[in-house]
């Protein structure tokens, strides 16, 4: 095997934040290899445990299938891996092996929770934070099934955010960047454009045009039965139509009360400054 990837690339943002739009495009350079979340930092190889405590054997078993590979050439080489980085950095090789491709991109939402882990193993990594409006995201959220009351959805979005954006600052712009979802989607080029030479890679105009992947919404149905939402959506070209979604499907009262709430919680502020100083829009008012 190859030596393994020691610049990786790592995607992370609260749900429904457009970390796997971004994942695609990312994934469409012809340097980078990328796929479905693996969820590495749930992995516990000691223990022989995976995601939510589940037989590690069933996660290895479900990543061969995302990922194309063969589940006895996963667990060959990841049979000393004594950490969930570990496990990631032999998968993700396997990965850019059959890609023919020289780097590796990881997207799980929950990366924003795991900076320092992230770069305490892998120094030279680059991070991608995705930021969308969290009026836009309780909707989407709420589309899905899975909404909370506002106040608690302003906790956990402000805690995720402002906690990722914190290690950020001390990782420092080198190695962390915000990207904001209504721009990618308005301004995909003038977006892709400065993020290409943030992550080292030369200009690719496929990470800037989207015409859609089905491939992946019916691997995850086949594999584990499941109806993806977000693959759903990315089956579909490149669209902002869900940009300020609030403002037509969120009732006037709840959308004031969930922003103040936001307030309340710290996010909004941080929020607002992020958008200064990376947004190329203007950020709409609930109240």
């Given at each position: ?62 990543l061969a299938a995302f990922f194309g590979l063969d589940e006895a050439d996963i667990r060959a080489v990841t049979a000393e891996a004594e950490t969930g980085e570990a496990f990631l950095d ?122 859609g992947q089905q491939d992946e919404f019916d691997l995850v149905l086949r594999t584990t039965g499941k109806r993806s939402t977000t693959l759903e959506s990315l089956s579909r070209p490149l ?49």
């Amino acid at each position: 095997m190859s030596l393994i990837c020691t610049s990786p690339i790592f995607v992370g943002g609260y749900f429904k934040s457009g970390t796997s739009l971004l994942r695609a495009l990312l994934g469409q350079h012809p340097d980078v290899a990328s796929g479905l979340e693996t969820h590495w930092f749930a992995i516990d190889p000691k223990r022989q445990l995976g995601r939510h405590g589940e037989a590690l054997h069933d996660s290895v078993s479900r990543l061969a299938a995302f990922f194309g590979l063969d589940e006895a050439d996963i667990r060959a080489v990841t049979a000393e891996a004594e950490t969930g980085e570990a496990f990631l950095d032999r998968l993700m090789q396997l990965h850019l092996t059959t890609q023919k491709k020289s780097r590796w991109a990881e997207k799980t939402p929950d990366n924003i929770l795991h900076v320092d882990r992230i770069f305490d193993h892998w120094p030279s990594a680059r991070f991608v934070h995705i930021l969308r409006d969290p009026l836009d995201v309780y909707v989407s959220l709420l589309n899905c099934g899975k909404g909370d009351a506002p106040e608690v959805f302003a906790r956990s979005w402000s805690d995720w955010m402002s906690g990722g954006e914190a290690v950020g600052r001390e990782i420092g712009p080198e190695k962390f960047r915000t990207v904001l979802y209504a721009d990618l989607v308005n301004r995909p080029e003038l977006v892709m454009r400065p993020l290409s030479e943030f992550l080292d890679l030369t200009w690719s105009s496929a990470l800037a045009t989207f015409e859609g992947q089905q491939d992946e919404f019916d691997l995850v149905l086949r594999t584990t039965g499941k109806r993806s939402t977000t693959l759903e959506s990315l089956s579909r070209p490149l669209f902002n139509d869900r940009v300020g979604v609030w403002q037509r499907d969120l009732d006037p009262v709840v959308a004031q009360n969930l922003q103040c709430e936001l307030e309340k919680a710290g996010g909004w502020s941080t929020y607002r400054r992020l958008c200064d100083a990376w947004g190329l829009g203007e950020i709409q008012e609930a109240v």
